[in-house]
């Protein structure tokens, strides 16, 4: 990736962060930042269903901005779904209310499969156009993330046809059918690849892919069916900027993860930071992991959580401070906001002692 943060960047934390360089102070995003626990992105739900607004660059870019402007986080994301990318490949998608995103044609064999075609980042130009409007709207405050789902997280919402919560029919297609599998991953990999290449080309100073249900995998199959689609989709973005790669319960290739060719690894919240530094070694920075329900809890235990986070990975560069997954929907954003002041306090300590130099 290119070393040096862009020179419009007014915060350059996140990015420094991303290249393991010296910074004042540990830089913080949320994941799903934008997103229903915001009243102001409730406000402008009321007036589009979620699938208008993420295929209106003006709304987009207005909800991807409100995290910046009510929490002070050091990073935006674009607002979008992963699931864009099956549904440019020609499966319809339904918003359905209780259920989430429904595919009421999933693929089930080679015939299915064969209906679709490798989407382009032409057939996502909602999602680049509102990258380049976001954009615009920050100007210059804070670095902007793309991001798309993982090859095999995609795959198990192709197969599923819903979220599950045993993967057991995207899974039987795996055994049963493995030529079959590895023709759908690698024609997602291929298109996920372009697709953070043209998020990049749009104005996103980062991108990070979501592979949300890696960690249903054994670690045999995971290796197969998953990290080696995701190293396919890295390279085919050719380090485009910097990448995060976050792969949800995949405890056992952390390893793999950073020589994937991803410049972060993220973690989920059952990691033990000062572990994943030692596993990971100079070669990424780390980002991670508060457990999303610490944030029902009260403010003072919301900052000792935040400390005890940040004395886990010391005091050597490259830590971003992310929550282990999602934020969720009932969380109150003071909390969340609060948060994201708990931590730029307490690590300024960390990165105080011997000019961020290890103790």
């Given at each position: 990736?290119?070393?040096?943060?862009?020179?419009?960047?007014?915060?350059?934390?996140?990015?420094?962060?991303?290249?393991?360089?010296?910074?004042?102070?540990?830089?913080?995003?949320?994941?799903?930042?934008?997103?229903?626990?915001?009243?102001?992105?409730?406000?402008?739900?009321?007036?589009?269903?979620?699938?208008?607004?993420?295929?209106?660059?003006?709304?987009?870019?207005?909800?991807?901005?409100?995290?910046?402007?009510?929490?002070?986080?050091?990073?935006?994301?674009?607002?979008?779904?992963?699931?864009?990318?099956?549904?440019?490949?020609?499966?319809?998608?339904?918003?359905?209310?209780?259920?989430?995103?429904?595919?009421?044609?999933?693929?089930?064999?080679?015939?299915?499969?064969?209906?679709?075609?490798?989407?382009?980042?032409?057939?996502?130009?909602?999602?680049?156009?509102?990258?380049?409007?976001?954009?615009?709207?920050?100007?210059?405050?804070?670095?902007?993330?793309?991001?798309?789902?993982?090859?095999?997280?995609?795959?198990?919402?192709?197969?599923?046809?819903?979220?599950?919560?045993?993967?057991?029919?995207?899974?039987?297609?795996?055994?049963?059918?493995?030529?079959?599998?590895?023709?759908?991953?690698?024609?997602?990999?291929?298109?996920?690849?372009?697709?953070?290449?043209?998020?990049?080309?749009?104005?996103?100073?980062?991108?990070?892919?979501?592979?949300?249900?890696?960690?249903?995998?054994?670690?045999?199959?995971?290796?197969?069916?998953?990290?080696?689609?995701?190293?396919?989709?890295?390279?085919?973005?050719?380090?485009?900027?910097?990448?995060?790669?976050?792969?949800?319960?995949?405890?056992?290739?952390?390893?793999?993860?950073?020589?994937?060719?991803?410049?972060?690894?993220?973690?989920?919240?059952?990691?033990?930071?000062?572990?994943?530094?030692?596993?990971?070694?100079?070669?990424?920075?780390?980002?991670?992991?508060?457990?999303?329900?610490?944030?029902?809890?009260?403010?003072?235990?919301?900052?000792?959580?935040?400390?005890?986070?940040?004395?886990?990975?010391?005091?050597?560069?490259?830590?971003?401070?992310?929550?282990?997954?999602?934020?969720?929907?009932?969380?109150?954003?003071?909390?969340?906001?609060?948060?994201v002041s708990f931590v730029h306090e307490e690590s300024r300590r960390f990165h105080a002692v011997e000019g961020?130099?290890?103790?």
């Open positions: 990736m290119n070393d040096k943060a862009k020179p419009e960047l007014q915060n350059t934390t996140f990015l420094d962060a991303c290249a393991r360089r010296e910074v004042e102070y540990t830089p913080i995003w949320i994941m799903r930042q934008a997103g229903r626990y915001l009243p102001s992105y409730q406000e402008v739900r009321s007036r589009v269903d979620f699938q208008t607004l993420c295929r209106t660059p003006d709304l987009v870019a207005e909800v991807s901005v409100q995290p910046v402007e009510q929490l002070g986080v050091d990073a935006a994301i674009i607002f979008s779904d992963i699931l864009v990318l099956p549904e440019a490949m020609g499966m319809e998608l339904t918003m359905v209310e209780n259920r989430g995103p429904v595919f009421p044609a999933p693929v089930r064999n080679a015939a299915d499969f064969d209906r679709l075609h490798a989407a382009t980042p032409s057939e996502l130009q909602f999602v680049t156009d509102g990258i380049a409007r976001t954009k615009k709207a920050l100007a210059g405050r804070v670095p902007l993330i793309g991001f798309c789902g993982s090859p095999w997280t995609l795959f198990t919402y192709m197969v599923e046809g819903h979220t599950s919560r045993n993967f057991s029919v995207a899974k039987e297609l795996m055994f049963r059918e493995p030529e079959l599998t590895h023709r759908i991953l690698g024609t997602l990999a291929d298109s996920a690849g372009a697709y953070l290449a043209a998020q990049v080309a749009a104005g996103a100073d980062a991108v990070q892919i979501f592979d949300s249900w890696g960690g249903v995998l054994s670690p045999p199959a995971y290796r197969e069916f998953s990290l080696a689609y995701l190293e396919r989709a890295i390279n085919v973005f050719n380090r485009a900027a910097p990448l995060i790669l976050f792969s949800k319960g995949a405890h056992h290739a952390l390893s793999a993860l950073s020589q994937s060719g991803a410049d972060v690894v993220g973690v989920d919240w059952t990691h033990d930071l000062g572990s994943v530094r030692r596993a990971v070694g100079a070669k990424v920075a780390v980002q991670g992991n508060m457990d999303p329900t610490t944030l029902f809890a009260p403010p003072e235990v919301i900052r000792e959580e935040a400390r005890r986070i940040l004395g886990e990975y010391g005091t050597a560069p490259g830590h971003i401070f992310n929550l282990g997954h999602g934020i969720l929907p009932e969380t109150d954003p003071e909390h969340a906001k609060a948060l961020g130099k290890e103790r």
